[in-house]
């Protein structure tokens, strides 16, 4: 499975901006997938995951409630709604596919085995 991720860009806070991960292969309808994200300086942190099915989602509690993740398996898709970011949201973006979870998600980014290669976001304050 190739990851590839695009929508990153500048965005001022409080704006919006709506970042997709597109997957080759056949099998990524199977797959859970999350986000995670890399700012300069700090380790690579968990931001969301949706189950296969769509049946279970869940975030960090620095993004509820602002951010949503969403897949479209027909279009090998899995998208990231960031609504009202925060220069602390300020990162590179990378999407990531757990082949493996049949049930619920993780957070654990070891459990991913599948990544692609990142997209910036800048939130300016």
């Known amino acids: 499975v190739q990851l590839q991720a695009s929508g990153g860009g500048l965005v001022q806070a409080g704006g919006s901006l709506r970042l997709s991960c597109t997957a080759s292969g056949r099998t990524f309808s199977s797959y859970a997938m999350g986000w995670f994200r890399q700012a300069p300086g700090k380790e690579r942190e968990f931001v969301a995951a949706?189950?296969?099915?769509?049946?279970?989602?869940f975030y960090a509690d620095s993004v509820k409630g602002r951010f949503t993740i969403s897949r479209d398996n027909a279009k090998n898709t899995v998208l990231l709604q960031m609504n009202s970011p925060k220069p602390e949201d300020t990162a590179v973006y990378y999407c990531?596919?757990?082949?493996?979870?049949?049930?619920?998600?993780?957070?654990?980014?070891?459990?991913?085995?599948?990544w692609g290669q990142g997209t910036q976001v800048t939130v300016s304050s």
């Open positions: 949706i189950s296969w099915s769509s049946g279970s989602t």
């Open positions: 990531a596919a757990d082949p493996r979870r049949r049930i619920g998600v993780t957070s654990s980014p070891n459990m991913y085995e599948y």
